[in-house]
């Protein structure tokens, strides 16, 4: 496939399928402009060669319903201020007076196009809205990768409709960082997760056992762990369905000589709030009436060993309940350390939504090596699973 970098956009009008799936406001305004700023080198690479950048993306489940609160009209202010340029906005994404629109556009413009949702035929993978898509334009670019695991029309069938077709900057920047970690990482290799459940991340400590050294285990999801051991975890979240398979995941551990560290200690309060009674304790002897809802100083210490001697480490989920504050100091105590081991040289990867907040939260995404934009699709790409949309490109 051809390169990016090298590539004239000079009068090509070019489709460029962007993640501007952002958070909004009661009032439509954009809370967190990470995934537009992401957005922009490609963009910029596209109009400063003289392209016409026709930017298509999805905002929000709009299931087919056309909806002032998914309408990427919500988007378009901020991202003329990040471009230092007007920004075009039209209500549709297909159709004659889109096309003569783009048609009648100068080089270096930008056009942003209404929400791919709005079409129900979007999330099918539809063939003939995906190549409506493409006539609109003579090359294509697929920059994002928050959808890269699912099979729409505007990431994965569409290609096939053009000749000239580009992952983008963030793109490749992502696949860069991810096989960084995955494919050969440095030893020792630490996998920190987190979060509220195991369920939706089984597979990825499944396929992480086969990868790394060490495998931290925190958050709500170790309160399984601990009562599948037998421990006494009194309120605290835990998935019943999940205990034998939370004992599969030690032995497996176990068997391939990987070290899997839980919390010791745990932080727990008598309500899902921070106006209850607290108390630290150990974490296979919680009070009947407490949940605990963060890891205590000794698990903190003891996970900190293990990253500050780790020289390759993934997380993804937050190790305790940190939007409350009072409950925010694991995680915030992780962070720091992975930053830390990032400046005495470690390789860190930080990916998944809340963890991304979490980083945020704490000033310290300056201090991480990679922060991933995606969430699902990064985890299925560490499973190994191939995502369609970028087979879709080879
Ligand atoms: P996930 O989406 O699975 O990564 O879970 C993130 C959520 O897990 C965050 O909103 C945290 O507040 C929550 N969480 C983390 N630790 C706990 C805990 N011990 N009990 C309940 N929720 C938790």
Not at 84 to 99: E, H, M, N, R, T
């Amino acid at each position: 496939m051809n390169n990016i970098a090298n590539f004239d956009f000079k009068n090509k009008r070019t489709l460029i399928r962007v993640d501007f799936n952002v958070p909004l406001t009661e009032d439509n305004k954009v809370t967190d402009n990470s995934r537009i700023i992401a957005a922009i080198p490609t963009i910029k690479k596209v109009i400063s060669t003289g392209g016409i950048a026709i930017l298509i993306s999805h905002l929000g489940r709009p299931k087919g319903k056309k909806t002032s609160k998914h309408s990427l009209s919500n988007i378009q202010k901020d991202l003329e201020k990040l471009l230092l340029q007007p920004v075009a906005f039209l209500d549709d994404c297909i159709g004659s007076k889109v096309q003569s629109f783009i048609n009648k556009q100068n080089a270096g413009s930008v056009i942003v196009l209404e929400n791919l949702r709005f079409y129900n035929e979007e999330e099918i993978g539809d063939i003939s809205f995906a190549k409506k898509l493409a006539n609109l334009a003579d090359v294509y670019i697929n920059d994002a990768f928050g959808t890269a695991h699912r099979q729409h029309a505007s990431n994965s069938v569409i290609t096939q409709f053009f000749k000239t077709k580009f992952f983008g900057l963030l793109m490749q920047n992502e696949i860069f960082n991810l096989d960084k970690a995955i494919k050969n990482p440095t030893k020792p290799f630490t996998a920190i997760i987190g979060g509220a459940k195991i369920s939706g991340k089984i597979e990825i400590v499944l396929s992480l056992i086969e990868k790394v050294d060490n495998l931290i285990i925190g958050g709500g999801m170790a309160y399984t762990f601990v009562k599948a051991r037998g421990g006494a975890i009194g309120n605290s979240i835990y998935e019943k369905d999940k205990l034998e398979l939370a004992d599969r995941i030690i032995q497996k551990a176990k068997d391939r000589g990987v070290n899997i560290i839980l919390p010791t200690d745990s932080v727990n309060s008598s309500k899902f709030g921070e106006d209850g009674a607290i108390q630290t304790s150990d974490i296979e002897k919680i009070s009947p009436n407490y949940m605990g809802l963060d890891i205590g100083p000794k698990s903190i210490q003891l996970f900190k060993n293990v990253i500050q001697n780790s020289k390759t480490i993934i997380w993804n989920g937050p190790m305790g309940v940190f939007e409350m504050d009072l409950f925010s100091k694991g995680t915030e105590q992780i962070a720091l350390s992975v930053s830390k081991a990032t400046s005495n040289g470690a390789y860190s990867l930080v990916g998944g939504g809340d963890s991304v907040s979490a980083i945020k939260k704490f000033n310290l995404e300056n201090n991480v090596s990679y922060i991933s934009t995606g969430g699902g699709a990064m985890i299925e790409y560490l499973e190994g699973k191939k995502l369609p949309a970028i087979e879709a490109m080879l």
